[in-house]
């Protein structure tokens, strides 16, 4: 007898949508009121709209608070057009470009007798989300230079997307904290730096002390289990690539890049390594399948593009030499940060589209 194959949906991923880009493809035209966007309910005959299209760190659904119901970006769907369940995960799939799994079996359980020899993965300890969100804030040094330089009220977005925090620390209150948070939503570490905000220092907008680990900090103070094993297998912006499927990556090395490169082009979904040496094939796993633009520092150039070759299955890598081009000729540290912060403080176009076509 002929069965027909069952096709399994990625519906973690599907979930991770964001809302309001699911409600605006079903033809609604969401609007932003505060922190959230509000549309017109499906659920019951709404003249004045009255569901509340909520998305944050570990949140991504709609309510509405006329008819009290709501749900998550399938539910949405399944309401808008009338749609099964599986209707509704067809067109999220197509329409985002996640694929299904045609007839997939569930994962088999590991037998639990196992030699104690094995090597074991630690035990990551993840930090507390409600930690994480009584810091967030643009009152940190980045963001008070960054709101000089862009609309403060895009600094303020860019903060939240991020979750980007300030913290007191060695006698500043001004540090800028960026959390490392995974694509399940768990914060891995918060990195602290601070940044030179007086204008008349030859370091302005750049960083004048070494970095801190907050996880590190708050386990010696006691605020988490003294035997805690963070993960750094980690990009800075991960947990926005389920959120946004089909968006071009901007992968570069350090948060700020990230930053400062998600106000100058947010048509780039903009993540960072941390580090040189963290370009890994375990920690650019969730870039997998996508299109990503790679901007190397200008000192790592040589290393990344021949990292990158090595990891061509992966994603559709393109590496630009954007760094190269327009660092000055005595600048051999030079970063995509430094050019868009240099032109804005100057009053000039950051880049030239016709002269440069990889950026």
């Given at each position: 007898?002929?069965t027909?194959k069952?096709t ?7 979930r991770?949508?964001?809302i309001v880009e699911v409600?605006?493809?079903?033809g609604d035209?969401p ?8 549309t ?9 709209p009255?569901?509340?299209?909520v998305e944050k760190?570990?949140a ?9 119901k709501g749900?998550d970006?399938i539910s ?24 299904a ?7 088999p ?5 196992h030699?104690?020899e ?7 300890t993840?930090?507390?989300?409600p930690?994480?969100e009584r810091?967030?804030?643009a009152?940190?040094s ?7 330089l ?17 913290y007191s620390?060695?006698?500043k209150d ?9 694509a ?6 918060l990195?602290v730096q601070?940044?030179d ?6 370091r302005?907008?750049h ?9 590190k900090i708050?386990k010696?103070?006691?605020l988490?289990?003294?035997?805690s ?11 926005l690539l389920?959120?946004y499927p089909?968006?071009t990556v901007a992968l570069?090395?350090s ?19 941390g580090?040189k040496?963290?370009?890994q094939r ?20 040589p ?5 990158i070759?090595?990891l ?12 190269e081009?327009?660092?000055p000729d005595d600048?051999k ?10 032109k804005?403080?100057q ?9 440069y076509?990889e950026?």
């Open positions: 007898m002929k027909e069952s399994h949906f990625d519906t973690p991923r599907l991770a949508i964001s409600a605006r493809k079903l035209t609007r932003r009121v505060g922190i959230n966007h509000v017109h309910c499906p659920w019951h005959d709404d003249h004045h009255s569901l509340s299209l760190t570990g991504n659904y709609c309510h509405c608070f006329s008819c009290g749900g970006v949405f769907a399944m309401q808008h057009e009338d749609w099964s369940f599986q209707d509704a995960c067809k067109w999220l799939s197509s329409t985002f470009g996640i694929s799994i045609q007839g997939a079996a569930p994962m359980q590991r037998k639990s007798n030699n104690p094995e090597r074991k993965e630690p035990a990551y993840y930090i507390p989300m930690m994480v810091l967030v804030s009152d940190n980045l963001c008070q230079i960054l709101m000089k862009f609309h403060p009220e895009h600094v303020k977005m860019v903060t939240e997307a991020y979750l980007l925090g300030n620390l060695y006698g001004n540090w800028t904290v960026f959390p490392s948070i995974d399940q939503g768990r914060v891995c570490n990195k601070h940044y905000t007086d204008p008349h220092s030859p302005y907008t960083s004048d002390s070494k970095s801190y680990w907050l996880g708050w010696d103070n006691g988490l289990p003294e035997k094993e963070f993960s750094s297998k980690c990009l800075f912006g991960e947990h389920y959120k089909a968006q570069v090395e948060p700020k890049n990230a930053i400062v490169g998600a106000l100058e082009h947010p048509e780039y979904l903009w993540v960072a390594t580090n040496t963290s370009l375990e920690v650019l796993e969730p870039l997998r399948s996508r299109d990503v633009l790679v901007i190397p520092d200008r000192d790592a150039i290393l990344w593009r021949q990292t070759k090595t061509d299955d992966l994603a559709n890598f393109v590496v630009s030499d954007y760094c081009y327009m660092a600048q540290k030079f970063d995509v940060a430094d050019h868009i912060i240099s804005r403080l009053g000039a176009s950051v880049v030239n589209q016709n002269q076509t950026f």
